[in-house]
């Protein structure tokens, strides 16, 4: 185990809704991104943050935002939710020691109806 | 921009014997190559990674890695496959995010499957 924690689990919305998840990182990691994990595909990058400020972007549209607090945990939020959106998140917590290392949690399943 | 690909959608192979899941990789400047793998409705987990030093690397759960810097690939092997290694596989490539804190971003291939019949 990592010592990633994200929650909830699974999750069910429906479309145009909005949606918040959490990453608990691993202890003494100030560093957290996200990540997109369609069906039948590779993790893509969705945002990275670091001491609390956005530090790094992928190709997603702004309704994916995002929050990093003093205990370095962090929120994904999703608003006007799309089909599209169903997907496993994933969060990834690093140090500024080892940067090039990032530890993942679990996920978290969101199903869009 | 830095990539990596992976040829095979799915590798099947017979327990006992050795397996090898394909990678070749794009990067500007030294590369941070990982693999990763992904049990059903489960997070990644780390199994190996290579930054510099020698061009095999010894991972997780019996797995090895070789770093070959002319043919641009970092292909991921066991010498005796099991049952259980039965998963999906990701290469992956640290990719620098230019910002403030000189961050990382990782880069995944489209996975490997990996099936290994008893």
């Known amino acids: 185990e990592t010592g990633v924690t994200q929650s909830p689990t699974h999750l069910i919305k429906t479309r145009g809704q909005q949606v918040t998840l959490r990453c608990s990182s691993q202890?003494?990691?100030?560093?957290v991104s996200w990540y997109q994990q369609a069906l039948g595909q590779g993790p893509q990058f969705i945002f990275q943050y670091y001491r609390e400020e956005e530090n790094g972007r992928g190709n997603f549209p702004p309704r994916f935002s995002g929050l990093q607090f003093p205990n370095y945990s962090s929120e994904l939020n999703v608003n006007a939710l799309e089909l599209d959106d169903s997907a496993l998140y994933l969060c990834?917590?690093?140090?500024?020691?080892?940067?090039?290392?990032?530890?993942f949690g679990p996920g978290t399943r969101l199903t869009v109806t | 921009a830095q990539s990596v690909a992976q040829p095979e959608d799915q590798v099947n192979v017979a327990e006992g014997n050795p397996l090898t899941v394909k990678c070749t990789y794009s990067v500007s400047g030294n590369p941070y190559l990982f693999w990763y793998v992904q049990y059903p409705n489960r997070g990644l987990q780390f199994l190996l990674k290579y930054i510099t030093g020698d061009n095999l690397v010894k991972g997780s759960y019996g797995f090895e890695a070789e770093f070959n810097k002319s043919q641009t690939s970092f292909h991921l092997k066991k010498p005796s496959a099991l049952v259980s290694d039965s998963a999906l596989y990701f290469c992956a490539v640290r990719d620098l995010l230019r910002r403030r804190s000189g961050g990382f971003k990782t880069i995944f291939g489209a996975g490997t499957r990996l099936f290994v019949k008893a």
């Open positions: 202890s003494g990691h100030n560093t």
């Open positions: 990834a917590s690093s140090s500024g020691q080892k940067p090039y290392e990032q530890y």
